[in-house]
């Protein structure tokens, strides 16, 4: 077995760090991960298994998942509603409805055009709309994003790292700081069985062994493409590149700032708890109005009761004078239960700060909207939250944006300076006003001196850099 190299100064971890690193990686970040995507998406049971729960309803009471003996099967009712993925989704469009406007602030009019042009292709590249969608919803669920930019000789590629794969390695002074980062493609494929297999070789498709594990290791020196054949086995190296950027290539952007970590705030996590119990309460509601909804009736000194069905001009006779028919059952009301329900919708909708107005949904209680002042009194939460997000995404995006022109440079496809690297951002406004009120508000910024470029792109008239 080879030896394993040593890590130098400022070379970044040795094989053996990136094992252990990708070992706790998978024994306690991995599963947090997980946890927190099923949540969001609840994804459903596979096919052929009947009697397998969602992930959200595994996490019901036993009393409500517990299969009965005779069949194993739950009889039981259960209700599962998704509250925490509309809210999820209602952030991402309130973030990203409309595509932010990315201009370079170079003071050569020429150069801040050629900036902006390949800025766009980059974004354009990397997804477009559906890239800052792909960035926020990700940020959202995990906490955290980390978008990864590697030199190329015509334009600069942009990709995010999906968080379950990404394993940053941090400075141990300053949590901030990285100084490797590492992409990991997971566990390879196990053996097919003997059936498959020849199978496969009747095909023409001879089996080739299991896929090797991989993962790609950035440095600020190098990037180090790497595999190994199972679990138990050495890492080698398939390939090695110098980094021209002489950095790891790696921006991190925090969903919500969250001191002295490296992950940021998930708008899932809080709301985890808060889904168990509604699904819990809607559950034995609807256990409750199963049993009671049918009424039923208790019928005394009457011959053939239980043969003749009770319905609509259905008539008994009988020489009884002690017969009757009592009717118990039928669904109650239960005001308790409705608050109680209620006063949890209201919880979800405080701790996610979105309320069910941004998804359309209206109450009477809401009163009238015509105004646009009345939407975003109701919409407070909501519009502060985009507010701080954007501050996050946004330093994140013009980081970004720094280390494609850095990239473009090194590569000789742009030449800028540091000072040429910087971009503003303009955010559209989450909650649009009306056509003639943004027209006022245009004219009445083009009287204070903002820049008609400016104004144009705040209305959707100009070139966004990011569509």
């Known amino acids: ?100 406007a990315i201009q370079s602030l170079a003071d050569d009019p020429a150069l801040a055009q050629d900036i902006n042009h390949l800025l766009h292709q980059a974004f354009d590249h990397a997804g477009g709309s559906n890239f800052f969608h792909d960035l926020a919803l990700l940020g959202s669920i995990y906490g955290y994003c980390d978008l990864l930019v590697e030199p190329h000789p015509d334009i600069p590629q942009l990709a995010i790292a999906h968080p379950p794969r990404a394993i940053p390695f941090n400075e141990a002074h300053d949590y901030r700081s990285l100084r490797a980062f590492a992409v990991y493609q997971g566990h390879p494929a196990p053996r097919p069985s003997l059936t498959k297999r020849l199978t496969r070789a009747f095909q023409n498709r001879p089996y080739d062994g299991d896929a090797p594990e991989s993962a790609t290791l950035y440095t600020p020196q190098t990037t180090l493409r790497l595999q190994r054949t199972g679990p138990h086995q050495p890492w080698r190296t398939r390939s090695q590149t110098t980094n021209p950027l002489a950095r790891v290539p790696v921006v991190h952007i925090q969903n919500l700032p969250l001191p002295f970590s490296y992950a940021g705030l998930s708008d899932v996590e809080p709301l985890i708890a808060l889904q168990d119990e509604l699904n819990t309460r809607l559950s034995d509601r609807a256990n409750r109005v199963t049993f009671q909804s049918f009424k039923m009736y208790l019928g005394k000194g009457i011959e053939h009761f239980v043969e003749r069905p009770v319905g609509p001009g259905q008539m008994w006779q009988t020489d009884n004078p002690d017969a009757s028919i009592e009717e118990f059952g039928g669904d109650a009301q239960s005001p308790s239960e409705d608050r109680h329900i209620q006063e949890i919708r209201d919880a979800l909708d405080k701790t996610s700060a979105v309320p069910p107005l941004a998804a359309g949904i209206l109450r009477g209680r809401v009163g009238n909207l015509s105004s646009e002042n009345a939407i975003r009194l109701v919409l407070l939460g909501l519009l502060a939250k985009t ?81």
């Open 1 to 100: 077995m080879p030896s394993t190299p040593k890590p130098s100064p400022n070379q970044g971890p040795s094989l053996d760090q990136l094992q252990a690193a990708v070992d706790r990686h998978q024994r306690r970040t991995l599963p947090k991960l997980q946890r927190l995507w099923n949540y969001y998406r609840n994804p459903l049971p596979e096919p052929g298994q009947p009697h397998a729960l969602s992930d959200q309803a595994q996490s019901l009471p036993a009393r409500l998942t517990r299969p009965k003996p005779s069949d194993q099967a739950p009889h039981r009712e259960l209700v599962v509603e998704n509250d925490i993925a509309w809210r999820i989704h209602s952030l991402v469009d309130f973030m990203f409805g409309k595509p932010v």
């Open 387 to 467: 507010r701080k997000k954007r501050i996050t995404y946004g330093r994140g995006i013009a980081q970004a944006c720094e280390l494609l022109l850095h990239a473009a440079d090194s590569a000789g496809v742009l030449r800028t300076t540091p000072d040429q690297r910087r971009v503003r951002l303009d955010w559209p406004e989450p909650v649009p006003a009306s056509e003639t009120e943004a027209l006022d508000n245009a004219l009445k910024k083009q009287q204070l001196g903002v820049p008609t470029e400016r104004i144009l792109t705040e209305l959707g008239y100009a070139d966004t850099g990011a569509a």
